[in-house]
């Protein structure tokens, strides 16, 4: 009952009444939730992520800014920037900007690779590090848009980020 009306909360007492959210109102949602730069908890975010669409490894190719859904309250020693995707077999998981301004590899978790895996009840792609225990699970907000669900092995399915196409 709890885990309802969290949900019944996250997506407006309107919409669940009508027995489901729109795609166009779940993009809107989670496009306020990034605008805001509040925090939000896995209760809240995990049904709306439910709800996205799947993405193939194609559409994920490219350089990816990245944002956390922690309200800013969680330190960033690494001064994270996003992923790079250039190929299924080729990814760069973990940028950072430099000092200088320069988005670099943060090399010391090492590579990773993508794969279109189930999550869910949806196939979608997802990241899989080379040498850690952790996969990233990705959703589609619209074409500039992913959401992202980590899963780090012995840890809560609860970190949610956000990340935006390079133009």
């Known amino acids: 009952m709890i885990k309802a009306a969290k949900s019944i909360s996250a997506l407006g007492l309107a919409a669940a009444l009508s027995g489901g959210v729109m795609a166009g109102e779940v993009e809107d949602r989670f496009m306020q939730m990034i605008e805001s730069g509040d925090a939000y908890s896995a209760d809240t975010l995990m049904p709306l992520f439910e709800q996205l669409q799947p993405v193939d490894t194609d559409f994920m190719l490219g350089t990816w800014h990245g944002g956390k859904f922690d309200g800013g309250k969680e330190p960033d020693p690494l001064n994270w920037y996003g992923k790079r995707f250039t190929s299924r077999s080729d990814v760069e998981p973990l940028l950072f900007t430099a000092p200088d301004g ?58 949610f980020f956000h990340l935006t196409r390079d133009k």
């Open 102 to 159: 320069s988005v670099q590899t943060y090399s010391k978790l090492g590579g990773a690779q993508m794969r279109e895996i189930k999550f869910g009840d949806q196939v979608s792609a997802a990241l899989i590090y080379d040498q850690q225990p952790i996969m990233d699970y990705f959703r589609k907000v619209n074409d500039d848009v992913v959401i992202g669900l980590g899963d780090i092995k012995g840890k809560p399915l609860d970190f």
